[in-house]
Nanobody, 124 residues
Framework: QVQLVESGGGLVQAGGSLRLSCAAS????????MGWFRQAPGKEREFVAA????????YYADAVKGRFTISRDNAEKMAWLQMNNLKPEDTAVYYC?????????????????WGQGTQVNVSS
């Protein structure tokens, strides 16, 4: 079982940038796809981005495509979400997830391992 801990959230003005980190521990990290999801108040958790185990395939939600970049380092057991040109509608709790799924798996129920989340607030 993999354990995940997110960090890097905070308050930023619209147009700014943040980099979220996800640290993994436990059993082997390498076979797992890594994903980022977010949940805004009163809304369901939604897919943001995912990356396959080798890091050579990525998948993004349309809302973040061209602004966010997902990456990973298997040796360090880390994954990141670089968020640029942030908008107020990006405000949410961001969660890191891991599972043995294709990286275009956007449904939350198919991801079994989750971190505790990190809050991102974007002011207008």
């Amino acid at each position: 079982q993999v354990q995940l801990v997110e960090s890097g959230g905070g308050l930023v003005q619209a147009g700014g940038s943040l980099r979220l980190s996800c640290a993994a521990s436990g059993r082997a990290f390498t076979p797992y796809a890594m994903g980022w999801f977010r949940q805004a108040p009163g809304k369901e958790r939604e897919f943001v981005a995912a990356i396959n185990w080798s890091g050579d395939s990525t998948y993004y939600a349309d809302a973040v495509k061209g602004r966010f970049t997902i990456s990973r380092d298997n040796a360090e057991k880390m994954a990141w979400l670089q968020m640029n040109n942030l908008k107020p509608e990006d405000t949410a709790v961001y969660y890191c997830a891991a599972d043995l799924v294709p990286c275009d798996t956007y449904t939350t129920y198919q991801w079994s391992t989750w971190g505790q989340g990190t809050q991102v607030n974007v002011s207008s």
